[in-house]
């Protein structure tokens, strides 16, 4: 049963974010809350204030330049990603990912924002903007801070968002040549919360050269992860299938993943080395098509 | 707690309401306004039963609050039907027999319903996928995806 609260309605961002300053250690904020009414029936958030963004039409917007990339509202929905034309031209993997997350209902209603809030490991769109070498932009009445996406998860469901402060922006940069991002998760029911997934993207030079390299890992560890160790043996290296098992087998060694019912720490170390050598392989020919 | 005064419009009409803010949009439709047809399943957004349209959008209703659908039109499995005549949806439903047990079948014409007008002209392989947020636990799908068909194929008209 969800406890009782105290309803806040704002109508501007600035509302927001002093209702947030006055009532921050008692207070959270609904967007979608898509995840956020699952767990609070749950009884595992409760909460005296429940401040709720999901009006705040001035951060519903998608956006982009050649010179800033693309910028992401924080209560723009999964639906308007999914059918944004602009995203599906300069960064398809975001397209490609909302086709796969949930179900039509859940993306019509939640919001990209709250999806990377809720900070749950398993999500895939912090794997793949994180990939995207994404930024998070916070506000809260003192000021803004933007930070890397990476830096955003510190723990199990935890981030780096202070109690006052609102997601308000996600920006990624702009779409380079001779770059690709890909992702995949993989679970037993199509749509389902990924066992493990993999994003990786490979910049390439004219050679075909790796020049730059990320691997992250969704559902391997209680945030997010990069596989550092796997990147570095990509850079400078040419697409082979023997650097393939290399770069797999240390994401895997990087990776801490949990046993659960959904599978065991043994088997997703199996998936990530699978998924890994199948997505820099994709992300790396994807590249050179490009080119 | 303090009691919100919720205006809502459910199926054309106007409502308004006291209720606790914590009140999920499928418990006013179910408790508050009686309108029954909604079903409550998982109550964790991945079964579909409770599938409602908030302006023409398919959503959970067990999983948005009931405040958050203010000002807005929710329409239910009984909005459906005009004037006693029921929606090409539902008649397409009955003559192919698509449904088991029922339960998912409002979440089911509801969602039909919203998917159709997004896509009037889908393949099969596209009903699967607009379909994928409801389940159906009898695992009657063939008949609904085959219902579907029919009426995007204009085998069924509005009355």
């Known amino acids: ?159 780096a968002l202070n109690k006052d402060e609102l997601v308000v922006e996600v920006q990624v940069p702009p779409a380079r040549e001779l770059t690709a991002t890909v992702y995949e998760k993989f679970n037993l029911i199509k749509n389902d919360q990924a066992v493990v997934g993999v994003a990786a993207t490979v910049a390439v030079d004219q050679g075909s050269t790796c020049k730059e390299a990320r691997i992250v890992l969704s559902n391997a560890a209680v945030t997010p992860i990069r596989a550092k160790n796997g990147e570095r043996l990509l850079i400078g290296k040419k697409l082979s299938d023997a650097l393939l098992t290399e770069a797999a087998e240390a994401a895997a060694k990087e990776a801490d993943p949990v046993s659960d019912i959904h599978a065991s720490e043994e088997y997703r170390r199996h998936l990530i080395r699978v998924l890994t050598k199948r997505m820099v392989t994709e992300a790396w020919e994807e590249a050179i098509r490009l080119g | 707690m303090e009691k919100y005064l919720l205006k809502l419009k459910v199926n054309g009409q106007e409502y308004e309401l006291y209720i606790n803010p914590k009140t999920l949009l499928v418990e006013v439709i179910r408790d508050h306004i009686s309108l029954t047809g909604t079903k409550r399943g998982c109550e964790t957004v991945s079964c579909g039963a409770c599938t409602v349209t908030v302006d023409d959008m398919a959503v959970k209703s067990c999983s948005i609050l009931a405040v958050q659908a203010e000002g807005r039109h929710v329409r239910t499995v009984e909005g459906l ?79």
């Open chain 1, 1 to 159: 049963m969800i406890h009782d609260f105290t309803y806040l309605k704002p109508g501007t961002l600035q509302e927001a974010l002093s209702m947030l300053a006055d009532h921050k250690e008692e207070c959270k904020v609904i967007s979608g809350g898509q995840s956020l009414l699952i767990i609070m029936r749950q009884g595992l958030v409760v909460t005296d204030y429940l401040v709720d963004i999901k009006r705040l039409n001035e951060l519903s917007y998608i956006k982009y330049d050649e010179k800033g990339g693309l910028r992401i509202g924080a209560t723009t929905t999964h639906r308007a990603v999914e059918k944004s034309e602009l995203i599906k031209q300069k960064y398809p993997v975001l397209v490609a990912i909302e086709k796969g997350l949930a179900s039509v209902q859940v993306r019509n209603w939640g919001t990209i924002a709250g999806n990377l809030a809720h900070g749950d490991s398993s999500g895939d769109l912090a794997p793949t903007l994180i990939a995207l070498d994404a930024k998070i932009k916070l506000s809260s009445e003192t000021g803004n801070r933007t930070i890397p996406l990476e830096e955003f998860y510190t723990g199990l469901f935890e981030t």
């Open chain 2, 81 to 159: 039907e005009a004037d006693g005549k029921l929606a090409p949806v539902q008649k397409s439903f009955l003559d192919h027999g698509a449904y088991q047990c029922g339960f998912c079948t409002p979440g089911m014409l509801m969602m039909s319903e919203a998917f159709l007008k997004e896509n009037p002209t889908p393949t099969r392989e596209e009903i699967r996928e607009g379909i994928e947020g409801n389940i159906c636990r009898c695992t009657g799908y063939n008949s609904i995806v085959r219902a579907v068909e029919a009426v995007a194929k204009g085998n069924y008209k509005k009355e």
